[in-house]
């Protein structure tokens, strides 16, 4: 008799392991899902030469964000125009999603504004953007006297 209860406890172990793999699995899968939409900020510049520090605060809307505030740092190389950079999208709800990424911003062609084209990396995310990955573009002209940056980016995230 022991011996039927070991045997029925491993075959419902064995079972609900089963039903585990096939149900729950795939629910923890991340799902790859357009990541786009609008940016302005106003950008805070200091320079000491050959380096530009960008401190920025904007706001935006974006699908799967909503309405949202955001803040980036850059640091500038004045000679190359390529920069580095961190920026934290925070949707209306709280929830966020940090980046990483590199850029180059070069003269438009309009006095007083320059084109800046930024690649980001999602390093992260809290709330209902914990354990987000993905990356995405960000394109966007800056007036260098008002310090005015407005523009869009385009990508993918992975959604847990």
Do not use: C
Not at 88 to 111: E, H, N, R
């Amino acid at each position: 008799m022991n011996k039927k209860r070991v045997l029925t406890g491993i075959t419902s172990l064995l079972l609900l392991a089963l039903v585990f793999a096939v149900f729950v699995a795939p629910a923890a899968a991340k799902e790859l899902v357009p990541f786009k939409g609008s940016i302005q900020a106003v950008e805070v510049n200091q320079i000491t030469f050959p380096t530009m520090l960008v401190d920025a605060d904007g706001s935006g809307e974006a699908g799967h964000l909503g309405r949202y505030s955001v803040h980036y740092d850059v640091v500038v190389n004045l000679i190359t125009g390529e920069g580095e950079a961190s920026l934290l999208f925070v949707a209306a709800d709280g929830s966020t999603i940090s980046a990483s990424g590199t850029g180059l911003g070069v003269p438009s062609g309009k006095p007083d504004v320059n084109y800046v084209l930024e690649q980001y990396t999602t390093t992260g995310g809290s709330g209902r953007f914990d354990g987000a990955t993905g990356s995405f573009t960000v394109e966007r002209w800056v007036n260098r006297i008002t310090g005015v940056s407005s523009g869009s980016f385009a990508g993918s995230i992975d959604l847990p």
